[in-house]
């Protein structure tokens, strides 16, 4: 009986699930509303209504048991009947699946065949889809390599676009001027040179935190702006750098005709199985990152930024060298900025300054909060509620009909995406993930709670 005691109340940690659950099922029905529960379509006379009551509440149905399920089996470090019978060596504590690592799999699993899913079921809108499902993996991709600055080293950065132009503007002019290199061997130069723009940002703050590192880096992103939009003779000035080239599968262009990709492979030619090969090359570039930031976090140099995250000055008592491990986190999350940004060159094949605004490094770093300082995949699913939201808000023309043809719904998209965002910060202020797990342990790796965590840390 000794071993099954617990300071824990089951009842009381039972019914704090089910009450989670509940909010996040809520939640999930105010917010789906509109993309689930109505259906918009083109008709004769304007535009035709249609309701899908049946998708809307299943949805909340899968929040609601998958919630619960995760706050039972995943989330809880404390349940008082499975670590007591664990520890008294029954092996039910040990025998029961780890959720949570077979869940990871299971969406890496339908990321790998998500273009197919798409061309197989949604065969009209697969192209919109794939494209969308692109751009949210740029933007994971960008949020893993801001969280090694902002969530491990506790460094406040709201320039990080600066690097994700520096990217992509090098990858252009290499592109363009000089013919014989290809997709794949620019993109490592841009991701160098950001990495080195990095560093020439990191040496002049590394005396400032808070609030005064945070206006050094908004200026630094302001000043990359401001040059590339008035440094015509190298970037284009306001114009941009246009016919940026196309990524090749081992040269093959994705092109109609003779030596083209699907006449090679003796496939109908389709302008989808471009976009399908840029998903894969984000998706390849993204799980890169994932890996490097997971294994550095491992490292004595990412257990340097969570010592700098935590204390400075105690981290200096340490012995750690501060400055060194500033320009690191500085420099490996340019890179990874870079390595975006070059993707987003050649999705796009032209650029300007007008896309790397300061709203760009708004959404990277809200995405990062609101997914939860440090956390990886809290990163992913913050991107997809952010810029998956934003694209689906686009959908609401139906308003119109309701208030009137003079009512314009697409000026209040960001206004409702915004107070969505305010919701779920006061629902959950340290971001959709809020649990813990620590770098380093001494005897048994557990997952730290929200409530022992303060607001605004990491890992």
Same mark, same amino acid.
């Given at each position: 009986?000794?071993?099954?005691?617990?300071?824990?109340?089951?009842?009381?940690?039972?019914?704090?699930?089910?009450?989670?659950?509940?909010?996040?099922?809520?939640?999930?029905?105010?917010?789906?509303?509109?993309?689930?529960?109505?259906?918009?379509?083109?008709?004769?006379?304007?535009?035709?209504?249609?309701?899908?009551?049946?998708?809307?509440?299943?949805?909340?149905?899968?929040?609601?048991?998958?919630?619960?399920?995760?706050?039972?089996?995943?989330?809880?470090?404390?349940?008082?009947?499975?670590?007591?019978?664990?520890?008294?060596?029954?092996?039910?504590?040990?025998?029961?699946?780890?959720?949570?690592?077979?869940?990871?799999?299971?969406?890496?699993?339908?990321?790998?065949?998500?273009?197919?899913?798409?061309?197989?079921?949604?065969?009209?809108?697969?192209?919109?889809?794939?494209?969308?499902?692109?751009?949210?993996?740029?933007?994971?991709?960008?949020?893993?390599?801001?969280?090694?600055?902002?969530?491990?080293?506790?460094?406040?950065?709201?320039?990080?676009?600066?690097?994700?132009?520096?990217?992509?503007?090098?990858?252009?002019?290499?592109?363009?001027?000089?013919?014989?290199?290809?997709?794949?061997?620019?993109?490592?130069?841009?991701?160098?040179?950001?990495?080195?723009?990095?560093?020439?940002?990191?040496?002049?703050?590394?005396?400032?935190?808070?609030?005064?590192?945070?206006?050094?880096?908004?200026?630094?992103?302001?000043?990359?702006?401001?040059?590339?939009?008035?440094?015509?003779?190298?970037?284009?000035?306001?114009?941009?750098?246009?016919?940026?080239?196309?990524?090749?599968?081992?040269?093959?262009?994705?092109?109609?005709?003779?030596?083209? =990709?699907?006449? +090679?492979? !003796?496939?109908? /030619?389709? &302008?989808?199985?471009? %976009?399908?090969?840029?998903?894969?090359?984000? @998706? $390849?570039?993204?799980?890169?990152?994932?890996?490097?930031?997971?294994?550095?976090?491992?490292?004595?140099?990412?257990?340097?930024?969570?010592?700098?995250?935590?204390?400075?000055?105690?981290?200096?008592?340490?012995?750690?060298?501060?400055?060194?491990?500033?320009?690191?986190?500085?420099?490996?999350?340019?890179? =990874?900025?870079? +390595?975006? !940004?070059?993707? /987003?060159? &050649?999705?796009?094949? %032209?650029?300007?300054?007008?896309?790397?605004? @300061? $709203?760009?490094?708004?959404?990277?770093?809200?995405?990062?909060?609101?997914?939860?300082?440090?956390?990886?995949?809290?990163?992913?699913?913050?991107?997809?509620?952010?810029?998956?939201?934003?694209?689906?808000?686009?959908?609401?023309?139906?308003?119109?009909?309701?208030?009137?043809?003079?009512?314009?719904?697409?000026?209040?998209?960001?206004?409702?995406?915004?107070?969505?965002?305010?919701?779920?910060?006061?629902?959950?202020?340290?971001?959709?993930?809020?649990?813990?797990?620590?770098?380093?342990?001494?005897?048994?790796?557990?997952?730290?709670?929200?409530?022992?965590?303060?607001?605004?840390?990491?890992?």
């Amino acid at each position: 009986m000794s071993a099954v005691s617990t300071n824990v109340n089951p009842e009381n940690s039972f019914q704090a699930s089910i009450k989670d659950a509940l909010l996040a099922a809520f939640l999930t029905g105010v917010l789906g509303f509109y993309f689930l529960a109505l259906r918009t379509d083109i008709a004769p006379g304007g535009l035709a209504i249609t309701t899908r009551w049946g998708l809307w509440l299943s949805a909340i149905a899968i929040v609601f048991a998958g919630r619960l399920l995760l706050n039972l089996f995943v989330w809880r470090t404390d349940k008082p009947i499975t670590r007591g019978l664990a520890s008294a060596g029954s092996g039910v504590g040990t025998a029961l699946p780890d959720l949570g690592k077979w869940l990871g799999r299971a969406l890496f699993a339908f990321a790998v065949v998500l273009p197919f899913f798409f061309i197989i079921f949604f065969p009209a809108q697969q192209r919109q889809y794939i494209d969308l499902a692109i751009l949210i993996m740029t933007y994971i991709m960008l949020g893993w390599g801001l969280n090694i600055v902002v969530g491990l080293a506790g460094l406040l950065d709201l320039g990080y676009v600066a690097f994700y132009a520096v990217g992509a503007y090098s990858f252009a002019l290499l592109s363009t001027h000089f013919e014989f290199i290809g997709f794949w061997t620019a993109l490592p130069l841009a991701g160098l040179l950001a990495a080195f723009w990095g560093l020439i940002l990191g040496f002049p703050v590394l005396r400032l935190r808070g609030d005064y590192l945070a206006i050094v880096t908004l200026a630094f992103g302001e000043i990359i702006r401001v040059v590339l939009l008035n440094w015509y003779e190298f970037t284009g000035g306001p114009n941009g750098i246009s016919g940026i080239p196309k990524p090749t599968f081992f040269g093959l262009e994705f092109s109609r005709g003779e030596g083209g =990709f699907a006449d +090679f492979f !003796g496939l109908e /030619f389709s &302008t989808i199985h471009r %976009f399908v090969y840029l998903y894969y090359i984000i @998706f $390849l570039l993204a799980i890169i990152t994932n890996i490097v930031t997971m294994r550095l976090r491992r490292l004595p140099v990412g257990r340097a930024w969570e010592a700098l995250r935590e204390d400075e000055i105690a981290c200096r008592s340490l012995g750690i060298n501060t400055t060194n491990t500033k320009l690191t986190a500085f420099a490996i999350g340019a890179m =990874f900025g870079g +390595f975006a !940004g070059s993707f /987003f060159a &050649t999705r796009q094949g %032209f650029i300007s300054p007008e896309s790397f605004t @300061f $709203l760009e490094s708004a959404i990277i770093l809200a995405i990062v909060v609101l997914g939860g300082l440090g956390s990886q995949i809290g990163v992913v699913i913050a991107s997809i509620v952010m810029i998956g939201g934003i694209e689906m808000l686009r959908n609401i023309g139906f308003l119109s009909q309701i208030f009137g043809p003079g009512f314009d719904p697409t000026q209040y998209r960001m206004l409702i995406f915004g107070l969505a965002m305010v919701l779920i910060m006061v629902w959950k202020p340290r971001g959709l993930v809020s649990t813990r797990e620590p770098s380093a342990v001494l005897k048994e790796k557990k997952k730290i709670g929200a409530d022992m965590v303060a607001q605004g840390e990491g890992h």
